[in-house]
């Protein structure tokens, strides 16, 4: 019986779709076309990683359970995310410049790292878990905080792959003229200095700010912005990072629950209603964050000229 079982055949058919409408794939040099699969291999091991990782996340003993899984959970997540939209639409961040996801993990340390230091003043979430501050947990820490920009580009990608995303390319538009753009950077770093005098009050403002101080700042100089978008109508971008960003934000919290080394918030006003550890009303925080990652990213994209490297493709736009 098993010298007439395909070992291959059976394997290749898990993941191989076989189905003539969809497009084949070519690459240079290869006469040969090859055959579309349910997921690149990227994906699969995604897949892969994250099984294992959650799986480890779940052992509270103080060694792998602790804080160590949450990195390669979102390792995994980034590149099965990536497989997809490869899968979908032939193209993704790691096919059309691997060296943007590189700087999008290097960037994302400061990046959120600076949401850290707001933190020191809102006080809207704490750390549960062993108190140590030793180098070995700031370059831990470190580590965890690289995925955030990959993650919300990612899932923003994959959600723009979708065809309702074109509905939202003929909106009505939001023009501005240099001088009110300018003053919208002036408004960001004011809300940003208002929220940290009034963090009680005013703390919801530090998922909006840095997107006021930076996004007009990107438009300004040319680069890739918000603002250029919707001043056209296009909206796209809005609800592509929007969503990615809530998406992202749900498998945070979802994950943050298996860790013994997790975080609890307090939202003050807003406290009530938790899915996992954050509160209902929490969850619209991750809608601004992600236009503000969207824009800090660019800014720091641009600071070294790979702004052109790192164009997100629109679903309705010629290839």
Same mark, same amino acid.
């Given at each position: 019986?098993?010298?007439?079982?395909?070992?291959k055949a059976?394997?290749?058919?898990?993941?191989?779709?076989?189905?003539?409408?969809?497009?084949?794939?070519?690459?240079?040099?290869?006469e040969k076309?090859?055959?579309r699969?349910l997921?690149?291999?990227?994906?699969?091991?995604?897949?892969?990683?994250?099984?294992?990782?959650?799986?480890?996340?779940?052992?509270?003993?103080?060694?792998?359970?602790?804080?160590?899984?949450?990195?390669?959970?979102?390792?995994?997540?980034?590149?099965?995310?990536?497989g997809?939209v490869? #899968?979908?639409? +032939?193209?993704?961040?790691?096919?059309?410049?691997? *060296?943007?996801?590189? &700087?999008?993990? !290097?960037?994302? /340390?400061?990046?959120?790292?600076?949401?850290?230091?707001?933190?020191?003043?809102?006080?809207?979430?704490?750390?549960?878990?062993?108190?140590n501050r030793?180098?070995?947990?700031?370059?831990?820490?470190?580590?965890?905080?690289?995925?955030?920009?990959?993650?919300v580009f990612?899932v923003?990608?994959?959600?723009?792959?979708?065809?309702f995303?074109? #509905?939202?390319? +003929?909106l009505?538009?939001?023009a501005?003229s240099? *001088?009110?753009?300018? &003053?919208?950077? !002036?408004?960001? /770093?004011?809300s940003?200095?208002?929220?940290?005098?009034?963090?009680?009050?005013l703390?919801?403002i530090t998922?909006?700010?840095l997107?006021?101080?930076?996004?007009?700042?990107?438009n300004?100089?040319?680069?890739?912005?918000?603002?250029?978008?919707?001043?056209?109508?296009?909206?796209?971008?809005v609800?592509?990072?929007?969503?990615?960003?809530?998406?992202?934000?749900?498998?945070?919290?979802?994950w943050?629950?298996?860790?013994?080394?997790?975080?609890?918030?307090?939202?003050a006003y807003?406290?009530?209603?938790?899915?996992?550890?954050?509160?209902?009303m929490?969850?619209?925080g991750y809608?601004?964050?992600g236009?503000?990652t969207y824009?800090?990213?660019?800014?720091?994209?641009g600071?070294?000229?790979?702004?052109?490297?790192?164009?997100?493709p629109?679903?309705?736009?010629?290839?």
């Amino acid at each position: 019986m098993l010298s007439k079982l395909d070992i291959k055949a059976s394997l290749e058919s898990l993941v191989l779709i076989r189905d003539d409408r969809l497009p084949v794939r070519r690459i240079p040099l290869r006469e040969k076309p090859l055959q579309r699969y349910l997921l690149p291999y990227r994906g699969l091991l995604g897949l892969l990683i994250i099984c294992i990782a959650w799986a480890l996340s779940w052992i509270q003993d103080g060694g792998v359970g602790e804080n160590n899984t949450f990195f390669p959970l979102w390792l995994g997540f980034i590149l099965m995310i990536d497989g997809v939209v490869l #899968r979908r639409t +032939g193209t993704s961040l790691l096919v059309r410049s691997p *060296r943007i996801v590189a &700087l999008m993990f !290097v960037a994302a /340390i400061p990046y959120w790292w600076t949401f850290e230091v707001i933190n020191q003043i809102t006080q809207n979430w704490i750390y549960i878990g062993p108190d140590n501050r030793t180098l070995f947990d700031f370059m831990s820490a470190s580590l965890s905080f690289s995925v955030v920009i990959p993650a919300v580009f990612e899932v923003s990608e994959f959600i723009g792959s979708f065809n309702f995303i074109k #509905r939202f390319a +003929g909106l009505p538009a939001f023009a501005l003229s240099r *001088r009110q753009i300018s &003053l919208l950077a !002036v408004f960001g /770093i004011l809300s940003l200095a208002a929220m940290l005098l009034w963090p009680t009050y005013l703390f919801p403002i530090t998922w909006l700010c840095l997107f006021f101080i930076f996004d007009p700042i990107n438009n300004l100089r040319g680069r890739p912005s918000i603002l250029s978008h919707v001043s056209k109508g296009d909206w796209r971008l809005v609800v592509m990072f929007a969503l990615g960003a809530l998406v992202c934000g749900f498998f945070w919290e979802m994950w943050n629950n298996t860790t013994s080394v997790s975080w609890e918030y307090d939202f003050a006003y807003l406290d009530f209603g938790r899915v996992f550890q954050m509160p209902i009303m929490g969850y619209g925080g991750y809608l601004p964050f992600g236009l503000e990652t969207y824009a800090v990213f660019h800014f720091l994209a641009g600071l070294i000229g790979w702004s052109s490297d790192s164009h997100v493709p629109l679903n309705g736009d010629d290839a």
